[in-house]
């Protein structure tokens, strides 16, 4: 069975056009111009279109309650893109300039323009690789709270994160602090991402050096 997108109207199985950024090939690689975060407007809310390396999509639509999301796995021919996971959808698109224009399924046209990377909410769930079999969860939440635990197993630990430039504290219900930086994402000359993590020196959990990848799913 076929999710419908939480983007009401925007990404809708196969009802799609979008005219804009064409790429040409059978797969997406590092350095296309597709391969970008993408803000618009759409009923009268923000949507947000944010491809993570060369096969992941997170579409944002809305904001507050009102927010909806979702990741999906993608490929794309020379005219069209097809994506799979929370849900599924295809849609054809063409080369205008810079500019992503999506026409969605009831004729409205969004006009998309590229962000930095450096605007991605910092935010949501990071985890690190595994260690001694065991992965350590950090939640950013919005407002300044935060959790973490241990993963397999782990209970949630609370408390409160702040950001100053590149800069992470936290304070842990115990009153243990944390203190790291954000790695930005960064772009070399061949359109290579790297960075988008969270690095610390040294935490309890680990004992040493902990470096938090973004998880969107």
């Known amino acids: 069975m076929t999710n419908r997108s939480p983007v009401a109207g925007v990404v809708v199985l196969a009802s799609l056009v979008l005219i804009g950024v064409g790429l040409r090939g059978t797969t997406a690689q590092e350095g296309d111009p597709l391969l970008r975060r993408w803000v618009g407007n759409h009923l009268n809310a923000p ?16 904001s507050g309650l009102g927010r909806r999301e979702f990741a999906v796995d993608f490929w794309f021919t020379w005219d069209s893109l097809y994506a799979v996971g929370d849900t599924t959808f295809s849609l054809r698109y063409r080369a ?13 046209t969004v ?3 590229r962000q930095d990377r450096l605007a991605r909410p910092i935010h949501g769930l990071w985890v690190t690789d595994p260690i001694d079999e065991r992965r350590i969860q950090l939640r950013l939440n919005r407002g300044g709270t935060a959790l973490w635990r241990t993963s397999p197993g782990g209970s949630w630990q609370r408390g409160d994160w702040d ?18 930086f ?26 040493g050096i902990a470096i938090f990848r973004r998880r969107i799913r």
């Open 47 to 62: 949507l947000f279109l944010d491809f993570y390396a060369d096969s992941m999509l997170h579409v944002v639509h809305g």
């Open 96 to 108: 205008v300039y810079d500019k992503l224009i999506i026409e969605t399924g009831e004729g409205r």
């Open 111 to 113: 006009t998309m323009s």
């Open 163 to 180: 950001k100053t430039g590149r800069g992470l504290a936290f304070i842990w219900a115990d009153s243990s602090e944390w203190h790291g």
């Open 182 to 207: 954000y790695d930005a994402p960064t772009e070399d000359v061949n359109g290579r991402v790297g960075g988008d993590q969270i690095l610390f020196e040294a935490i309890p959990p680990t004992g």
